[in-house]
Nanobody, 125 residues
Framework: QVQLVESGGGLVQAGGSLRLSCAAS????????MGWFRRAPGKAREFVAA????????YYVDSVKGRFTISRDDAKNTVYLQMNSLKPEDTAVYYC??????????????????WGQGTQVTVSS
């Protein structure tokens, strides 16, 4: 079981930036594909970005491509989501997740086994 704790959310104006962090417990962090999801008010949780366990390449939902960057620091057991050029429609609770059962780029909610509690991101217009 991996415990995940997100931080870095907050209130920012449109066009601004935030960096979310997700700290993981346990010794096997480097073996887990990681992902970020978000849930906007009144909407279902959606995939945002994922990173494999083996390299630094990321995969993104179209709406954040070119603005968000996912990265990981296995020495610190942490995954990051750098969010630039934020828009009001990015307002949501952001969750990080770890997959113990799958490899590569993991994009589906059911493929993730461990979730953080979420951090609120609010973008004002």
């Amino acid at each position: 079981q991996v415990q995940l704790v997100e931080s870095g959310g907050g209130l920012v104006q449109a066009g601004g930036s935030l960096r979310l962090s997700c700290a993981a417990s346990g010794r096997s962090f480097s073996t887990y594909p990681m992902g970020w999801f978000r849930r906007a008010p009144g909407k279902a949780r959606e995939f945002v970005a994922a990173i494999s366990k083996s390299d630094s390449s990321g995969y993104y939902v179209d709406s954040v491509k070119g603005r968000f960057t996912i990265s990981r620091d296995d020495a610190k057991n942490t995954v990051y989501l750098q969010m630039n050029s934020l828009k009001p429609e990015d307002t949501a609770v952001y969750y990080c997740a770890a997959s113990e059962r799958f490899g590569g780029i993991v994009r589906r909610e059911y493929q993730y086994d461990n979730w953080g509690q979420g951090t609120q991101v609010t973008v004002s217009s």
